[in-house]
């Protein structure tokens, strides 16, 4: 079963605008919500990350939010620019207890046009 | 530069063949996970190691093995390959468990493409 469900599939956004996305997580055991970035040819990278005692966290441009109860976060990155322009995958695991493996989300290939 | 050094880059076989793929994690990085991307499946877990020894195991097929060796490095063989491997396997390394002192680090990949 898909553990954690990310939307939308793919997003156009303009530059300047705010890209929305979207995930929601069915295991109530994780704890550990990472955001990852992956241009073509690269692996994913390390975004930012939060663990469910925060409601958001900020980085530069991009910030998470996070609602413990409705179990769901959403990536939003402000002021959009072309070189946003990548595939962005939530995941989760979980810090304690067994079965410590990123669980990731189908992706979101976001274009930011100018 | 993540540190996580794939190799190789690209990989093309017959069906039939086996192949081994290679990752040398992150300086310092005792855990190395393994997964697959491929178009229509995502990023799926395939296998983790700690420190040499085999700690998760998702839905590798039977078919598939890896190991961690004593310098950490590990390799992913691919036996028996069919079309349906094609793809882009990551290696990806972190301190221990995940978390946000310990965050996941992906190397470039390995695109298999099996003809």
């Known amino acids: 079963q898909q553990q954690v469900k990310q939307s939308p599939q793919s997003l156009i956004v303009q530059k300047g605008g705010i890209s929305i996305i979207n995930c929601a997580y069915e295991n109530t055991a994780f704890d550990y919500f990472p955001w990852y970035q992956q241009f073509p040819g690269k692996g994913p990278a390390l975004l930012i990350a939060?663990?469910?005692?925060?409601s958001e966290k900020k980085e530069g441009r991009f910030t998470i939010s996070f609602n413990k109860s409705a179990k769901q976060s959403s990536l939003h990155i402000m002021d959009s620019q072309p070189g946003d322009s990548a595939t962005y995958f939530c995941?989760?695991?979980?810090?304690?207890?067994?079965?410590?493996?990123?669980?990731f989300g189908t992706g979101t290939q976001l274009k930011v046009e100018l | 530069d993540s540190g996580v050094t794939q190799t190789p880059k690209h990989l093309i076989t017959a069906t039939g063949q086996r192949v081994t793929l290679r990752c040398s994690p992150r300086?310092?990085?005792?855990?190395v996970y393994w997964y697959q991307q491929s178009l229509d499946q995502g990023l799926q877990f395939l296998i983790q190691y700690y420190n040499g020894e085999e700690r998760a195991k998702g839905n590798i097929l039977e078919r598939f093995s890896a190991q961690q060796f004593p310098d950490l490095h590990s390799e992913l063989n691919l036996s028996s390959l069919e079309l349906g491997d094609s793809a882009l396997y990551f290696c990806?390394?972190?301190?221990?468990?995940?978390?946000?002192?310990?965050?996941?680090?992906f190397g470039n990949g390995t695109r298999l493409t099996v003809t």
């Open positions: 300086s310092g990085d005792l855990s």
């Open positions: 990806a390394s972190s301190v221990g468990r995940l978390s946000s002192n310990s965050p996941l680090h």
């Open positions: 939060i663990r469910p005692d925060v």
């Open positions: 995941a989760a695991s979980r810090v304690t207890g067994g079965g410590n493996k990123l669980t």
